[in-house]
């Protein structure tokens, strides 16, 4: 691929089973992972999208956190019929507004 | 912290040893979020620049690999003698040219 346009980050840390915090890893992050490097695939998104996975980006307890860049756009709470107006948005079109990471202090 | 100004990602991915890409995870990328870490908060930028730690970002061969967003500027190669330079850039400075993932075919 060239070097691409946009870079999705997905959370995927995990924290032991009973943390408070709980995190992304716990809430599914991995799935989310897979699910949207499979869509990217079927909509031809993936020579111009690059997506990772991360350890910890914060807001643990609103996870899963994916954060889209060069956006600076985060999400929270994602769950996988989320993706495909995700996708929308790496397609060119509007941050999904019900999804974003409500403005409290970043931890 | 407020929402973060640049996000910067270390990867710290590993390979099992003898791995012919070899790994960022291998060669120091753990050391390198740590120290980078400390010197963002040194010089009071920790509350404008995120660091986190990242699972595979491509390049392996080349690592190991930091990318700043939302610059999308990439670097390969990073020492802990970089560091203060990637400061610079962070603190609003040019991105560090000697440094910059050369044009290649991204893996």
Known sequence: MPKPERQVLVCVNSRPPGNPKGSCGEKGGQALFDRLRGLLKDRGLDRRVMVNRTYCLKHCSRGPVVAVQPDNVWYAGVAEADLPEI??????????????????PWE
């Open 87 to 104: 996708c929308a948005h790496l397609e060119g079109g509007a941050p999904v507004e019900r999804l974003l990471m409500p403005d409290i």
